[in-house]
Nanobody, 115 residues
Framework: QVQLVESGGGLVQPGGSLRLSCAAS????????MGWYRQAPGKQRELVAS???????NYVDSVKGRFTISRDNAKKMVYLQMNSLKPEDTAVYYC?????????WGQGTQVTVSS
């Protein structure tokens, strides 16, 4: 089955930047819509950003202008560049691969924004 492994999380001060990476395997990467979700304590998991096979991107309003999602089909990688981080961005971030009704998830990486 599809395997997704996230990396790049950590502790950062408000206003700082992080770049999350997701390595995919056992997947025909180019046909999947890839996304980043996050879940904060006590809250539901929410879509942060997604990128379709044609490169069309979508962002939740709260991260527009600050986060950028990108993909490298040859390397089977998807990235989330996060700038101007805020304490409310603190969450576990999950990589997602979607094809029709099928969804695969990574194990998540913790992002903590705190001074």
């Amino acid at each position: 089955q599809v395997q997704l492994v996230e990396s790049g999380g950590g502790l950062v001060q408000p206003g700082g930047s992080l770049r999350l990476s997701c390595a995919a395997s056992r997947i025909i990467f180019g046909i999947y819509t890839m996304g980043w979700y996050r879940q904060a304590p006590g809250k539901q998991r929410e879509l942060v950003a997604s990128i379709q096979i044609d490169g069309i991107t979508n962002y939740v309003d709260s991260v527009k202008g600050r986060f950028t999602i990108s993909r490298d089909n040859a390397k089977k990688m998807v990235y989330l560049q996060m700038n101007s981080l805020k304490p409310e961005d603190t969450a576990v971030y999950y990589c997602n691969a979607a094809l029709g009704a099928s969804n695969s998830w990574g194990q998540g990486t913790q992002v903590t924004v705190s001074s």
